[in-house]
């Protein structure tokens, strides 16, 4: 077949509707869909935000009503609230952002590759940033005199934090690989010129 | 924009071009479930494209860039997480429409399943009778690179036709 003669079996498709929609049917699954599908960075992004800001807050009380010195614990404070404000910059840079990608698909593309390298990054820092918290909590509990085997369990709990992190950052890694291949397809196959693959 | 206007304007786009949508989903997704799953994911980014779409480009263009990505990325995630989401009790969208289906349209479905998801892309839009130009807008690459793939992709269907025409397979 010549290719006007595949071109006349694709349209014979055109006056004769291979499916019907069913309306509500349709309705009802896309207010479904949309209702269940969250945002990933956005709620991590916003997570992380409040965990910190929560977490100093509390420890600050505690320092505060216990009229505590212990100099560990406040620097934990100033690092968790300084945590949370660089997210809410980097949250605020990346959603200015989003409007310099057009909707071609390598722009889309490019959108999506920006947004996985942001979450690589995000998760990246996350897992380094549980080291100074680690570590200013334990020096913060052996220095207010309290049993060693709380210190013990605390960095139990932050190896394994560190751990689950590191997973959660290899996921993410993941995605923007395969987001990258997929673009070096779109950009570079094409260069190569013809072949018969 | 209000949620009841971008509503009506997904209707009337469904109504005036669901013969677009429903060719990618024919040529991303080939059992019943995966069509389902992408004709709702397809709509889904397209009601979420609406207040960004400003009239810059033809509606069918806007329509084709959404679908196809979506379709792409689809495509991506389906191959690992096949059973990702169960569709066996979800209320069925798409209907069969009961009439014959030619032979040669069904092989030529599955002959463009067999490219890679790129080229699926450039083939369907080939087809349809896109020119260089509005391909080049939709996929975001270059008029001369779109042409490079059209003849790679023409060359690839007349033989596998012409396989078709002599043996009829």
Request: proline share 2%; hydrophobic share 45%; glycine share 4%.
């Amino acid at each position: 077949m010549e290719f006007e003669e595949l071109q006349q079996i694709w349209d014979s498709q055109n006056d004769r509707p291979l499916y019907v929609i069913d309306q509500k049917a349709l309705h009802n699954r896309i207010q479904t869909k949309m209702k269940r599908a969250g945002n990933i960075t956005n709620f991590s992004e916003l997570l992380l935000i409040l965990v910190n800001l929560s977490a100093a807050s509390f420890v600050l009380a505690i320092n505060v009503f216990s009229q505590s010195l212990n100099i560990y614990m406040y620097l934990m404070v100033a690092w968790m609230f300084g945590t949370a404000l660089y997210l809410l910059a980097r949250r605020m840079q990346r959603i200015k952002g989003n409007t310099r990608f057009d909707r071609s698909m390598l722009g889309d593309l490019n959108y999506a590759i920006s947004l996985a390298t942001y979450q690589v990054r995000l998760s990246q820092l996350m897992r380094w940033n549980i080291l100074p918290i680690g570590a200013l909590s334990i020096f913060g509990v052996l220095s207010g005199e309290k049993p060693i085997w709380v210190a013990g369990i605390i960095l139990i709990f932050f190896v394994v934090a560190y751990f689950a992190s590191n997973w959660e950052h290899g996921i993410y890694e993941s995605r923007k690989r395969e987001l990258k291949i997929l673009q070096d397809k779109l950009k570079n196959e094409i260069s190569q010129g013809p072949s018969m693959s | 924009m209000t949620e009841k206007e971008q509503q009506q304007i997904l209707e009337e786009w469904i109504s005036q071009h669901k013969a677009l949508i429903l060719k990618i989903v024919k040529v991303y997704a080939f059992t019943s479930m995966d069509k389902e799953d992408l004709f709702q994911e397809i709509l889904i980014q397209v009601w979420h494209s609406i207040p960004s779409f400003r009239h810059a480009s033809a509606v069918t263009t806007w329509l084709y860039r959404i679908s196809l990505n979506t379709a792409i990325k689809w495509t991506k995630k389906e191959q690992k997480h096949k059973q990702s989401e169960a569709l066996e009790n979800a209320q069925y969208v798409l209907q069969e429409s009961g009439l014959p289906i030619d032979d040669r349209l069904s092989w030529l479905y599955e002959e463009i399943h067999k490219l890679d998801e790129i080229d699926r892309s450039i083939a369907l839009l080939v087809l349809e009778g896109c020119n260089y130009k509005e391909m080049a807008v939709i996929l975001g690459i270059s008029e001369s690179n779109v042409g490079v793939k059209i003849n790679r992709i023409k060359k690839i269907l007349i033989t596998k036709s012409k396989n078709y025409d002599d043996n009829g397979i």
